[in-house]
């Protein structure tokens, strides 16, 4: 197979293979990125063709949140079972299948099911749980680097397909802007089904870091299984409510209702979009930032701080006056924490439950992320279609960001955890 010829060429170059690894789930994170952000350009646009309310809209995109999260355990478990390549491939191929069915939908059952169903069961396969995967099975050292690297693929997805799907749709229309993204969904399936290894040990490598090649460990186990084990640890049920948060003030708010929000203050699509794009440069620096200073410093702390300044930037918003300048600030406040949360959230878990389960309790994390962004998607539709503004439901957002800092912090007190740089990589795992 191609991958064992390069990993042989890169071996006598001291280069690991895992970085073509994470350059393959880079690439397809990148690309679900896109779909993940394309209904911020989407919900005006299939509103002035077809009459559906805002809350309708909503509705369908909460669907896909709701499945995007639910998939992550399954996912996980799938990807321990039948392997990464196959997997994530066949997802890519699924979502592209949707975006190219809704080119002919008429009715709003229609839009459930593509951009509802099958887009939200395809992107739970290729987000968060697949950098959690790799970052977990391919790296001990550096791995924080690696979680933030992988997490910030969803910000240059953002920043590359933005606005570019914005200037399409205002040109030709929200049709021409689905095509494009189908056509390289594909492209990545390719890349990734030659190139994606699933372990080190089947190129004969230790993970990076490690000096020893060693077998996966058993991973054996049901994703209620490992919800089961999971839920008895504090640490878990703190790491699922904050991901709720999460999820609540970045996918389903920000990236669902911002350029609608912007249009209620005559802010165009495309300079909204832009906006956005402005965003993903800054987060891609933060996130990296944030695996580089989650290898080194208490991951707790940094939770306090990335919640709790996020949460000030969304309760700036609606007083902002969405001139240019305020948008260009929040922008980079809040684009530097979008999701900083992740490298410190995965590497919680994975110390907690070891390498090969981490990624299984993470999915299982990441669906509180998932519910909380379906919360948000919904429930700011509805208030926007009963008040004429989105104000109240960015004002709760920034509320309950304030909330999970503290809740980091309180626990993180209670039980006198340390999560340093200085402990090992994985503490004791529990039978799951």
Known sequence: MPAARIASWLANRSVHYGRIVTGTAFLTMLVTAGVVGAPGVLIVPLQREFGWSAAEVSTSFAIRLVLFGLTGPFAAALMNRYGVRPVVAAALLLIAAALL???????????????????GTGTGFTAAVLGATVATRWFTHRRGLVLGLLTASSATGQLLFLPLLADITARFGWRAAV?????VLVVAACVLFLLMVERPSDLGLAPYGEAVVTPPADAAGSPF?????????????LLFGTFFVCGCSTNGLIQTHFIAFCGDFAIAPVTAAGVLATMGIFDFFGTVGSGWLSDRYDNRRLLFWYYGLRGLSLLFLPFSGFTIPALSVFAMFYGLDWIATVPPTVKLAARRFGRERAALVFGWIFTGHQLGAATAALSAGLVRTAYGTYTPAFLAAGGLCLVAALAVVTLAR???????????????????
């Open 101 to 119: 069915a809704s080119l002919r939908m008429t009715t709003i059952w229609e839009l459930d099911l593509t951009w509802g169903v099958m887009v």
């Open 414 to 432: 209670r039980d006198g955890e340390t999560m340093s740089a200085n402990l090992p990589e994985a503490l004791p795992e529990p039978a799951i």
């Open 179 to 183: 095509v494009p993204i189908a056509v």
């Open 225 to 237: 299984a490992a919800l089961r084990e999971a839920s008895r640890v504090p640490l878990f049920w």
